[in-house]
């Protein structure tokens, strides 16, 4: 009988340490989500350009669909590239963060370029996802969640090594592998969810207006058909500053790391002087604030820097590549 309580003493141990590692792992994977925050946003905002134009019952397939693609671009290809480099080139994970943290740059100064120039060329030579569908449906549905699939690739990248560099670099393999997997899981669940309601909120609405017993029913669906329109922009708005800002903390932080600290530690020390000088209940949000916007200011000017960069080399180049490729 004592060795069994002995044996159950154990097991109840084992069980503990379980327990905790599944808290650690979970409490890591929040922290690692948390500073994606920006790609995530963005990632929101750009995706219901791609359902645009279609019918509101291939909405949700076609959400469903990319949904489906960015959780393979995560745990297929980008979870194991990811753990490959924390083991065997820890190294490359800075200048990879950097890389993705000028493509949010870019990314974010070529909206607000367009903003400004409205007929000018895109720096890639993409087209906007929002144009008006033509011809195959079936086909024209397979290009856009293509094309929607790739644009996330990118985003997906940036998050997950985002992520990873969030982790403690000491955590065993498994650990990271089980952090990234709930990271890579539960932001796709947040942004295609929320991708979902968004391009739902209008049909909703009108749902309301139209059949609501009640009046006030009615007039929540009429509040809501007005505002969604206001509230794409204002996401979108969102989205683009919050590129910008981490993309330009990142690359900031990146050059950090790699010896050049004096931009990020002018900025800090412009922050906490800033926080200085508001009691001290807002201090905390005033130097971040500060922070966030010098970071966004020169993420925006970096952006604007790559736009010709991109233009004039990089997208001739892959033009040059497909051309070969198709011979």
Same mark, same amino acid.
């Given at each position: 009988m004592s060795g069994l309580l002995a044996l159950?003493?154990?097991? +109840?141990?084992?069980?503990?340490?379980?327990?905790?590692?599944?808290?650690?792992?979970?409490?890591?994977?929040?922290?690692?989500?948390?500073?994606?925050?920006?790609?995530?946003?963005?990632?929101a905002a750009v995706t219901p350009k791609y359902v645009h134009g279609f019918a509101a019952a291939r909405e949700l397939p076609i959400v469903g669909k990319i949904a489906l693609g960015s959780i393979r671009n995560k745990l297929v290809v980008l979870l194991p590239l +990811?753990?490959?480099?924390?083991?065997?080139?820890?190294?490359?994970?800075?200048?990879?963060?950097?890389?993705?943290?000028?493509?949010?740059?870019?990314?974010?100064?070529?909206k607000v370029f367009h903003l400004l120039f409205p007929h000018a060329p895109h720096a890639d030579g993409h087209q906007d996802p929002g144009g008006n569908p033509a011809g195959d449906p079936l086909r024209l549905e397979e290009e856009k969640v293509s094309g929607a699939v790739k644009t996330d690739f990118i985003l997906s990248a940036e998050i997950m090594t985002i992520a990873l560099a969030a982790l403690p670099t000491d955590n065993p393999v498994w650990m990271q592998a089980m952090a990234l997997v709930l990271v890579a899981l539960g932001i796709t669940a947040l942004v295609y969810g929320g991708v979902a309601l968004i391009v739902k909120a209008d049909d909703v609405g009108l749902f309301l207006a139209r059949t609501g017993r009640l009046s006030l029913t009615r007039a929540l669906g009429r509040v809501i058909v007005a505002v969604m329109p206001g509230f794409m922009k204002v996401l979108m708005i969102v989205g683009t500053a919050a590129m910008l800002?981490?993309?330009?903390?990142?690359?900031?932080?990146?050059?950090?790391?790699?010896?050049?600290?004096?931009?990020?530690?002018?900025?800090?020390?412009?922050?906490?002087?800033?926080?200085?000088?508001?009691?001290?209940?807002?201090?905390?949000?005033?130097?971040?604030?500060?922070?966030?916007?010098?970071?966004?200011?020169?993420?925006?000017?970096?952006?604007?820097?790559?736009?010709?960069?991109?233009?004039?080399?990089?997208?001739?180049?892959?033009a040059l590549a497909a051309k070969f490729k198709s011979k």
């Open positions: 159950l003493d154990d097991v +109840a141990g084992i069980a503990k340490i379980a327990a905790a590692s599944v808290d650690d792992v979970a409490g890591q994977a929040a922290q690692a989500g948390a500073k994606a925050a920006g790609a995530l946003i963005d990632d +990811a753990l490959l480099l924390s083991a065997f080139w820890p190294g490359a994970i800075t200048p990879l963060l950097m890389l993705g943290g000028s493509y949010l740059c870019f990314e974010g100064a070529e800002w981490v993309g330009g903390s990142i690359v900031l932080h990146g050059l950090a790391e790699l010896g050049f600290a004096a931009p990020y530690d002018a900025i800090h020390h412009l922050a906490e002087a800033g926080a200085h000088l508001v009691p001290e209940v807002l201090a905390g949000a005033v130097g971040w604030s500060i922070g966030a916007a010098i970071d966004g200011v020169l993420g925006l000017i970096y952006g604007f820097a790559l736009i010709p960069l991109a233009m004039y080399v990089i997208d001739p180049i892959i």
